[in-house]
Every structure is written in C-alpha cells, then in structure tokens.
T-cell receptor, first 114, second 113 residues
Framework: TQLLEQSPQFLSIQEGENLTVYCNSS?????LQWYRQEPGEGPVLLVT?????EVKKLKRLTFQFGDARKDSSLHITAAQPGDTGLYLC??????????????FGTGTRLKVLA | EPEVTQTPSHQVTQMGQEVILRCVPI?????FYWYRQILGQKVEFLVS????????KSEIFDDQFSVERPDGSNFTLKIRSTKLEDSAMYFC???????????FGPGTRLLVL
C-alpha cells in the first residue's frame, strides 16, 4: 500500500513563528503537489514540485522535493493567522501501470494564533 | 483563471436512491478523476477517465458507480443505489496532457439518509 505520511498532524503556533510540515513516503513519486483545503471546500493548489531536490518559493512558503522524490516539506516563515488551514500533500506514485491517480497525505491542520 | 466547477454543492438523498454528480472540468484538460473524502478522513481516489473510458478504478468504485462524459464538457459520477456509507465530499479533478498537476473542483457534499 502506498502511503503519504504527513507530520505533524496538528500544529498550533503564534503569529510570527516559523514552521515546517513534512510529507514522507517509502514510494517514489513522479511529482508532489501541496494543496490547502478549507472546511467544506476542495483542495486548492499551492505548488507542484517535479524534480528531485527542487525548491520552490511562494512568498513566505518554501517547498522542497527530496532528492529521491520520496518526501517533501513545506516551510512557512513568519506565519500569519491567514495561513490557518489544512495542508495536504498529494501526488502520483511511480508504478509499472503508469497510473496518474493521486495518493493524498494524511493532512496537517495548522492554526496560527494572533 | 479557469476553474473546475461542480454541481450540486450539496445533495441529500434517501438510501437506495440514484444520484448524479456533475463536473465541468477546465476546457483543455483531457484526464479526469473522481475522488471522495469521508468526513474526518483523507481524500481517496475513485476513478480516472481518459478518451471516453475508465483508465483506472479503485476497489471503492464497484458496480453501483459509473462515470461518463456525455457531451464533451460535463463529466458525471452516478451512484445507482446509494448507501449510508456513500456519504462524503466528492471531488472532481482534471489534468492536462503532459502535465503533472490535477486541479480540483469545490466538491459536492453528499448525505445519504
């Protein structure tokens, strides 16, 4: 069974603090996507990382794809209350069948206190 | 910016009834997916669809489920005889050729009573 484990599951921090969310698997992924999901809504894409070792920055958010393409991280600098939400990693594991279906991570629920 | 849309946003139905969930993907996407998310659980894959046929389906996607793209725009998921355990958020997603990223719709919340 292919799994994407995210840690931590829950994170409550003060405004201005930095944080890192991890997404790990024993499987190799073709790419990894990070989404943010609000309650009752669909996942909204933040970033796609494709190349092993790739780093992408989106304002205060920094995303990294592991060299072996089995893991990824999301780092938020100087968190703000508007960053509060559920963060999901997801992607298509590389398989012999050439599937494109996404495996989703277990999610990290972030709360940033003012 | 183009978006994936889904209708209805909410659907309440009685057990045993048929429901059809509709999705309008982004126009240049050719790969389509349905996922579901039971309350409090992670998003899980149901089915993928390409070139007017199912390319892959999960064990959840049994004979009660079907998908079609009847008119080249709408992409539908039909559940023939709903069960209580079908209650979930259902998300449609689309993907362009040669692209890694899937774009998700806002979801349909299905409640089976």
């Amino acid at each position: 069974t292919q799994l994407l484990e995210q840690s931590p599951q829950f994170l409550s921090i003060q405004e201005g603090e930095n944080l890192t969310v991890y997404c790990n698997s024993s499987s190799v992924f073709s790419s990894l996507q990070w989404y943010r999901q609000e309650p009752g809504e669909g996942p909204v894409l933040l970033v796609t990382v494709v190349t092993g070792g790739e780093v992408k920055k989106l304002k205060r958010l920094t995303f990294q794809f592991g060299d072996a393409r089995k893991d990824s991280s999301l780092h938020i600098t100087a968190a703000q209350p508007g960053d509060t939400g559920l963060y999901l990693c997801a992607g298509p594991p590389i398989t012999t069948s050439g599937t494109y279906k996404y495996i989703f991570g277990t999610g990290t629920r972030l709360k940033v206190l003012a | 910016e183009p978006e994936v849309t889904q209708t209805p946003s909410h659907q309440v139905t009685q057990m045993g009834q048929e429901v059809i969930l509709r999705c309008v993907p982004i126009s240049n996407h050719l790969y389509f997916y349905w996922y579901r998310q039971i309350l409090g659980q992670k998003v899980e894959f149901l089915v993928s669809f390409y070139n007017n046929e199912i390319s892959e389906k999960s064990e959840i996607f049994d004979d009660q489920f079907s998908v079609e793209r009847p008119d080249g725009s709408n992409f539908t998921l039909k559940i023939r005889s709903t069960k209580l355990e079908d209650s979930a958020m259902y998300f449609c997603a689309g993907q362009g050729v040669g692209q890694e990223t899937q774009y998700f719709g806002p979801g349909t919340r299905l409640l089976v009573l």
